[in-house]
């Protein structure tokens, strides 16, 4: 199914791995690329592939950016990646020998790579999601954050074989740049402002969560920073909602 499949993919300053990526897809009939004001070498690199098509815009949120992104493909069958993932062998043969059907979608599990290492547990280990589906029974849904694939009524889910690699993560500084950026959506996209104090203990259970119960702590270093980054996640979410609505009242 790779000559009737678009790969779509959104992208800010993703120079890092787009080459790596565009590789991965080289043999699919069409990659869309929409990007949101790279000032990197993104474009020049991604520009030496044939099968890309460039298309640059705003970022309207994850989601609806990313539905955008899909209606500029010319095909109905679309494989959805980030910039920092990569298609492994496994699954560009599983997508290539596939006789799927309108109403059905694609499982793929997303292996998640924190500096040079797989992650196994802390909420990363097990990463399912719908990237494979056609455009006339499936969506993208408007989450500003987060955002999945849903399906309309009726399509059927098939896993596939393979996986995505993502590089999660390169550089610690990571974790603050998306800290920061994640909340910020969260709080102007309409989030309740909470009392501090349940600030507080849900910033906390954020860190037992993925800690404890999702036992990040048998992914060593990397699980602790994982569980505090995903705590400073929702303490900055909720905090910036609480701030904005203060001082709109004062």
Not at 20 to 35: K, P, W
Not at 229 to 235: D, E, I, L, Q
Request: proline letters at 2%; hydrophobic letters at 45%; charged letters at 20%.
């Amino acid at each position: 199914m790779l000559k009737e499949t678009s790969v779509v993919i959104i992208v800010k300053n993703g120079a890092a791995h787009i080459e790596e990526l565009l590789n991965s897809v080289i043999d699919f009939n069409e990659v869309v690329i929409y990007d949101n004001g790279s000032t990197d070498d993104t474009e020049s690199l991604a520009r030496n592939f044939p099968n890309v098509s460039w298309y640059s815009g705003d970022f309207l949120g994850f989601g609806p950016t990313k539905a955008h992104a899909v209606s500029l493909a010319k095909n109905d069958w679309i494989l959805s990646l980030d910039a920092d993932e990569i298609v492994s062998e496994a699954l560009k043969n599983s997508l290539l020998a596939s006789r799927m059907e309108n109403r059905q979608a694609g499982l793929i599990l997303r292996e998640n790579h924190f500096l040079g290492r797989a992650i196994r547990y802390s909420g990363w280990g097990k990463d399912p999601l719908i990237r494979f589906f056609n455009r006339t029974s499936a969506q993208f849904n408007d989450a500003k954050v987060h955002e999945q694939v849903v399906p309309q009524q009726g399509v059927s889910i098939v896993q596939l074989s393979g996986v995505i690699k993502h590089y999660a993560v390169d550089d610690l500084s990571q974790f603050l740049e998306k800290v920061n950026r994640y909340s910020s959506i969260r709080a102007e996209s309409g989030l309740k402002a909470r009392h501090p104090i349940l600030i507080i203990l849900k910033t906390f259970f954020a860190f037992f969560r993925t800690y404890i119960l999702k036992l990040g702590l048998l992914d060593g270093w990397r699980g602790l920073v994982i569980s505090v980054s995903n705590a400073n996640g929702v303490f900055w979410k909720y905090i910036k909602a609480y701030a904005k609505k203060k001082v709109k009242n004062s």
